[in-house]
T-cell receptor, first 112, second 112 residues
């Protein structure tokens, strides 16, 4: 079954606004990661949150994790046009083998 | 730049052609991955290699043949592909003790 469903599938905001993307997953996890992908390029790791953590910050990024609801959110504050990209959550499915299961992603468009 | 390179960046091939995709990393990582990314679909894990040994084949058709001659190089040999195999093929690597994957820029493949 698919892991890591993102919501919304697409989000369009103005520069300076905050962007919130949500991710739901189905199995137990050891950690959840968020990646960013510029159009037609590879993915870049943004942040990792472990199953025993509830919130984590990195610059303008804030990630929350609710293991009871099997969901996570990524907040980008004070968005910039350069934040325009697709954002994916990925979980390890509770295994230790280094395999990640990605969601379909949220396509974020930040208008100047 | 993540330190993972892929060549070629773009490839157009006929259904009867044979071609190879190359991935290279000199990050000292021992795990390497091939993913397929089709439009409007989540990343699909294809193959996983750990210390040059294949540890995962995600039911990939035999027209895709991976090769990992050493921990720094990963190939994907392609033969008699179908138009539905057109996609962005992404390579990633991971350090043995880490959970984050480092992605290459991808090869955009078009099968005619």
């Amino acid at each position: 079954s698919q892991q890591g469903e993102e919501d919304p599938q697409a989000l369009s905001i103005q520069e300076g606004e905050n962007a919130t993307m949500n991710c739901s997953y189905k199995t137990s996890i050891n950690n959840l990661q968020w990646y960013r992908q510029n159009s037609g390029r590879g993915l870049v790791h943004l942040i990792l949150i472990r199953s025993n953590e509830r919130e984590k910050h990195s610059g303008r990024l804030r990630v929350t994790l609710d293991t009871s609801k099997k969901s996570s959110s990524l907040l980008i504050t004070a968005s910039r046009a350069a934040d325009t990209a697709s954002y994916f959550c990925a979980t390890d499915g509770g295994n230790q083998g280094g395999k990640l299961i990605f969601g379909q992603g949220t396509e974020l468009s930040v208008k100047p | 730049e993540t330190g993972v390179t892929q060549t070629p960046r773009h490839l157009v091939m006929g259904m009867t052609n044979k071609k190879s995709l190359k991935c290279e990393q000199h990050l000292g990582h021992n795990a390497m991955y091939w993913y397929k990314q089709s439009a409007k679909k989540p990343l699909e894990l294809m193959f996983v290699y750990n210390f040059k040994e294949q540890t995962e084949n995600n039911s990939v058709p035999s027209r895709f043949s991976p090769e990992c001659p050493n921990s720094s190089h990963l190939f994907l040999h392609l033969h008699t592909l179908q138009p539905e195999d057109s996609a962005l093929y992404l390579c990633a690597s991971r350090p043995t003790e880490g959970e984050t994957q480092y992605f290459g820029p991808g090869t955009r493949l078009l099968v005619l």
